[in-house]
């Protein structure tokens, strides 16, 4: 059986945590593997700690994604390290808001997006599944800003993991260490 | 395999679903975390989905469509249910003509509630057959066979959810359906239907032979399933659990159960037979091995650390493992709090200032509660302001008596904050009162929801509207005041302190729109005002 891939997203309430999540769920749907999403939303729109997990793999049971076991953790806000950081497992990586220029992005309410895009570079999923799921997540004017923010993300992750590679280093040692120090 | 066919939905979502695949000719319910998306969808999807202005109501509406032959879903979080209590004991005395679902979501871990009560309770008190789904395919085909249920022996059926199932999004294949409920129509069923004692007596003899049928039933039905694994260990689950059970004890041996009252006994005990040790993994309370070893099957249950709060894998495998060392503390998250903007502020702003005892209630503004307001003196349920600070008027003596004050919201107060206000021109406390009605015209907390006292339907159509001050009014109360808090300004604060040292009872209605939803609001205000020129313009009626 393949390994399930443990992924949770965390945020602040209002910062499109559960948005991401959507379209998370939504390529690995998309890519035929069995997926669940869960999270906790009743007090998302309070400006209170909102998480999301989203696990697919041949067969997914629990939808909670177990502490420790969280292959990637991404968090949209820095503070929201420290409360989520027990959920990655040994070896999981940790994406952080410093994983992309914020100067580049369309707008500072897709950084979300920007952010699925460097874990979309680590991910199975083809881009064209990652392109209709933004379409489909994102109405009329809103899809062209998302799009460029997830492909700023997406290419610049490549491009770390692969001057990184070069220097046999982990690829996300650098993303890890400035999320702890934000 | 068609991919197409393959979809992402909610547990809620998936509830919704099937409601509309199977006909169900009517939705009604009051919003609640986490039940609130399932009439919302059942809306979208083409359903007719009503809110009512609280759970009892609704579950009134849909026990009369249930009379009349239809198919019909009530839905409520699980304290809705003590709310709803009354009707749900006799309707499952009087059954049903049409078919009726009454979904629980219960809220263990306290998500976004306050209190974990397990309402699997309410089906063994008020004799109910009860389903538990333990992901969206599930809720989907529980439905189907909730509706069979329903209609076969003539019952309400309760259709039992916790947070995880309605709100994790696990993938449904919907299956074609054919199964067209009968057109509504009455028929007269005097004995059945009106309980006076006389008839109420064999009432309940009957609904105690119908579950003596459905147990027996029960033992072969396809909702509980065995997970084949080895002989060692047995396991014996429902709902989420079972979905942490079988990624934390992926070879024991499980037995499933789906439909959980009346509990298929002699299933679980020759299920038991079969494993060496036969543990029951269940979130909340001991409710299913409370069941099976009053039967004399021995099993093994949770330790009473484990009632407490959800139950996830990582605690599964301490269950199994009879783990009883103290369990690791979740870090702290950013608590909610009021939104920067809300009106909210000012107001518990002035309660703070001024020291006052809040009687607090249900909504967004229990975030009163924390800092920098720390403003609220209690919160026990759904219009429990009113009483309770008409109750602390009564006994306290009079320089406490008089800083008493009851903030209640806009929807919790038609919810059940009316009956309160009855009570406070009833029983006047000798200090007078006040009641702050903090009127955001939406119910915020649970994602904005309409109400009675929006004047809007679920589908944010204009319908009749309670007016709260006329209503006050037409109670006999005389300092009745609208006022809008503003920033900056201390007009609320002096409103409050002529309120409190007047010693009359006094009504303050704080409205203002919630700034989340406001230009919404005035997009649906709009259409109501063309609505109303279109309508007077119109020829009048012959």
Same mark, same amino acid.
């Given at each position: 059986?393949?390994?399930?891939?443990?992924?949770?997203?965390?945020?602040?309430?209002?910062?499109?945590?559960?948005?991401?999540?959507?379209?998370?769920?939504?390529?690995?749907?998309?890519?035929?593997?069995?997926?669940?999403?869960?999270?906790?939303?009743?007090?998302?729109?309070?400006?209170?700690?909102?998480?999301?997990?989203?696990?697919?793999?041949?067969?997914?049971?629990?939808?909670?994604?177990?502490?420790?076991?969280?292959?990637?953790?991404?968090?949209?806000?820095?503070?929201?390290?420290?409360?989520?950081?027990?959920?990655?497992?040994?070896?999981?990586?940790?994406?952080?808001?410093?994983?992309?220029?914020?100067?580049?992005?369309?707008?500072?309410?897709?950084?979300?997006?920007?952010?699925?895009?460097?874990?979309?570079?680590?991910?199975?999923?083809?881009?064209?599944?990652?392109?209709?799921?933004?379409?489909?997540?994102?109405?009329?004017?809103?899809?062209?800003?998302?799009?460029?923010?997830?492909?700023?993300?997406?290419?610049?992750?490549?491009?770390?993991?692969?001057?990184?590679?070069?220097?046999?280093?982990?690829?996300?040692?650098?993303?890890?260490?400035?999320?702890?120090?934000? | 395999?068609?991919?197409?066919?393959?979809?992402?939905?909610?547990?809620?979502?998936?509830?919704?679903?099937?409601?509309?695949?199977?006909?169900?000719?009517?939705?009604?319910?009051?919003?609640?975390?986490?039940?609130?998306?399932?009439?919302?969808?059942?809306?979208?999807?083409?359903?007719?989905?009503?809110?009512?202005?609280?759970?009892?109501?609704?579950?009134?509406?849909?026990?009369?469509?249930?009379?009349?032959?239809?198919?019909?879903?009530?839905?409520?979080?699980?304290?809705?249910?003590?709310?709803?209590?009354?009707?749900?004991?006799?309707?499952?005395?009087?059954?049903?003509?049409?078919?009726?679902?009454?979904?629980?979501?219960?809220?263990?871990?306290?998500?976004?509630?306050?209190?974990?009560?397990?309402? %699997?309770?309410?089906?063994?008190?008020?004799?109910?057959?009860?389903?538990?789904?333990?992901?969206?395919?599930?809720?989907?085909?529980?439905?189907?066979?909730?509706?069979?249920?329903?209609?076969?022996?003539?019952?309400?059926?309760?259709?039992?959810?916790?947070?995880?199932?309605?709100?994790?999004?696990?993938?449904?294949?919907?299956?074609?359906?054919?199964?067209?409920?009968?057109?509504?129509?009455?028929?007269?069923?005097?004995?059945?239907?009106?309980?006076?004692?006389?008839?109420?007596?064999?009432?309940?003899?009957?609904?105690?032979?119908?579950?003596?049928?459905?147990?027996?039933?029960?033992?072969?039905?396809?909702?509980? %399933?065995?997970?084949?694994?080895?002989?060692?260990?047995?396991?014996?689950?429902?709902?989420?659990?079972?979905?942490?059970?079988?990624?934390?004890?992926?070879?024991?041996?499980?037995?499933?159960?789906?439909?959980?009252?009346?509990?298929?006994?002699?299933?679980?005990?020759?299920?038991?037979?079969?494993?060496?040790?036969?543990?029951?993994?269940?979130?909340?309370?001991?409710?299913?091995?409370?069941?099976?070893?009053?039967?004399?099957?021995?099993?093994?249950?949770?330790?009473?650390?484990? %009632?407490?709060?959800?139950?996830?894998?990582?605690?599964?495998?301490?269950?199994?493992?009879?783990?009883?060392?103290?369990?690791?503390?979740?870090?702290?998250?950013?608590?909610?709090?009021?939104?920067?903007?809300?009106?909210?502020?000012?107001?518990?702003?002035?309660?703070?200032?001024?020291?006052?005892?809040?009687?607090?209630?249900?909504?967004?503004?229990?975030?009163?509660?924390?800092?920098?307001?720390?403003?609220?003196?209690?919160?026990?349920?759904?219009?429990?302001?009113?009483?309770?600070?008409?109750?602390?008027?009564?006994?306290?003596?009079?320089?406490?008596?008089?800083?008493?004050?009851?903030?209640?919201?806009?929807?919790?107060?038609?919810?059940?904050?009316?009956?309160?206000?009855?009570?406070?021109?009833?029983?006047?406390?000798?200090?007078?009162?006040?009641?702050?009605?903090?009127?955001?015209?939406?119910?915020?907390?649970?994602?904005?929801?309409?109400?009675?006292?929006?004047?809007?339907?679920?589908?944010?159509?204009?319908?009749?509207?309670?007016?709260?001050?006329?209503?006050?009014?037409?109670?006999?109360?005389?300092?009745?005041?609208?006022?809008?808090?503003?920033?900056?300004?201390?007009?609320?604060?002096?409103?409050?302190?002529?309120?409190?040292?007047?010693?009359?009872?006094?009504?303050?209605?704080?409205?203002?729109?919630?700034?989340?939803?406001?230009?919404?609001?005035?997009?649906?205000?709009?259409?109501?005002?063309?609505?109303?020129?279109?309508?007077?313009?119109?020829?009048?009626?012959?």
């Amino acid at each position: 059986m393949t390994k399930v891939t443990n992924i949770v997203v965390a945020g602040l309430g209002g910062q499109g945590v559960l948005k991401g999540t959507d379209i998370l769920a939504d390529v690995a749907l998309r890519a035929g593997y069995d997926v669940k999403k869960s999270e906790i939303k009743g007090m998302s729109q309070r400006g209170g700690s909102v998480t999301g997990d989203v696990r697919f793999g041949k067969q997914v049971f629990s939808p909670m994604v177990p502490a420790g076991e969280a292959d990637f953790l991404l968090v949209l806000e820095p503070t929201q390290v420290k409360p989520q950081r027990h959920m990655l497992r040994p070896g999981g990586v940790l994406i952080t808001p410093d994983a992309v220029r914020a100067d580049q992005l369309p707008n500072k309410r897709t950084l979300n997006v920007a952010l699925l895009g460097v874990l979309s570079a680590h991910l199975p999923m083809a881009e064209d599944q990652w392109l209709a799921a933004l379409r489909e997540g994102f109405a009329g004017s809103f899809f062209e800003g998302n799009q460029k923010a997830f492909l700023i993300g997406r290419k610049g992750q490549r491009e770390e993991v692969q001057s990184l590679k070069s220097n046999d280093q982990s690829p996300m040692t650098k993303a890890r260490d400035s999320g702890e120090t934000a | 395999m068609n991919e197409s066919n393959r979809l992402l939905l909610s547990g809620d979502e998936a509830i919704a679903l099937a409601a509309r695949h199977a006909g169900v000719a009517l939705g009604a319910g009051y919003p609640g975390t986490p039940s609130t998306e399932i009439l919302e969808y059942f809306h979208e999807l083409g359903g007719h989905a009503q809110w009512s202005p609280n759970e009892k109501v609704a579950l009134e509406v849909t026990i009369g469509a249930a009379f009349g032959g239809a198919r019909a879903l009530c839905t409520m979080k699980h304290v809705g249910l003590n709310v709803a209590s009354d009707p749900l004991f006799t309707a499952a005395y009087t059954g049903v003509t049409g078919a009726l679902i009454v979904v629980s979501a219960d809220d263990p871990g306290m998500a976004s509630s306050q209190n974990e009560q397990d309402n %699997r309770r309410y089906a063994v008190a008020a004799g109910l057959p009860m389903l538990e789904p333990s992901d969206s395919q599930e809720a989907y085909d529980f439905m189907f066979a909730a509706i069979e249920l329903s209609e076969r022996w003539k019952i309400p059926v309760l259709f039992r959810v916790t947070t995880r199932v309605c709100h994790s999004y696990t993938v449904v294949r919907p299956r074609q359906t054919d199964s067209a409920p009968k057109p509504p129509s009455f028929e007269r069923d005097v004995l059945g239907r009106v309980m006076i004692p006389a008839y109420a007596r064999p009432a309940h003899r009957r609904l105690r032979q119908k579950l003596t049928e459905m147990q027996e039933w029960n033992e072969h039905c396809e909702l509980n %399933r065995i997970v084949q694994g080895g002989q060692s260990l047995g396991i014996i689950t429902s709902g989420i659990s079972f979905m942490h059970v079988r990624e934390a004890a992926p070879d024991a041996r499980v037995l499933k159960l789906g439909f959980t009252h009346p509990l298929p006994l002699k299933k679980i005990a020759q299920f038991v037979k079969s494993v060496g040790r036969c543990l029951v993994i269940e979130e909340g309370d001991p409710y299913l091995v409370e069941a099976i070893r009053a039967e004399g099957i021995p099993v093994e249950g949770k330790a009473d650390q484990y %009632r407490f709060g959800e139950l996830d894998v990582a605690r599964v495998r301490r269950i199994l493992n009879n783990d009883l060392s103290p369990e690791p503390a979740k870090p702290p998250g950013k608590p909610p709090q009021l939104c920067d903007a809300c009106q909210y502020r000012i107001v518990f702003e002035a309660l703070r200032k001024k020291d006052c005892i809040v009687a607090g209630d249900i909504g967004c503004y229990t975030l009163g509660v924390l800092q920098p307001f720390e403003a609220m003196d209690s919160c026990v349920c759904m219009g429990a302001s009113l009483g309770v600070g008409l109750g602390l008027r009564h006994v306290l003596p009079p320089d406490q008596a008089r800083r008493v004050v009851s903030v209640i919201g806009d929807s919790t107060f038609v919810h059940s904050g009316i009956s309160g206000l009855v009570e406070m021109v009833y029983n006047p406390p000798p200090n007078g009162h006040v009641l702050i009605i903090l009127d955001n015209s939406t119910t915020a907390m649970t994602g904005h929801q309409e109400h009675p006292g929006t004047g809007r339907t679920l589908s944010h159509e204009p319908t009749g509207k309670v007016v709260i001050e006329d209503l006050a009014r037409s109670l006999g109360i005389r300092r009745v005041h609208v006022i809008e808090p503003r920033f900056g300004s201390d007009e609320f604060d002096r409103l409050l302190t002529d309120c409190l040292e007047s010693g009359e009872l006094a009504v303050i209605i704080a409205r203002r729109p919630c700034i989340l939803v406001v230009n919404q609001l005035k997009k649906y205000e709009e259409q109501r005002c063309e609505c109303n020129a279109a309508q007077a313009a119109a020829p009048a009626p012959g």
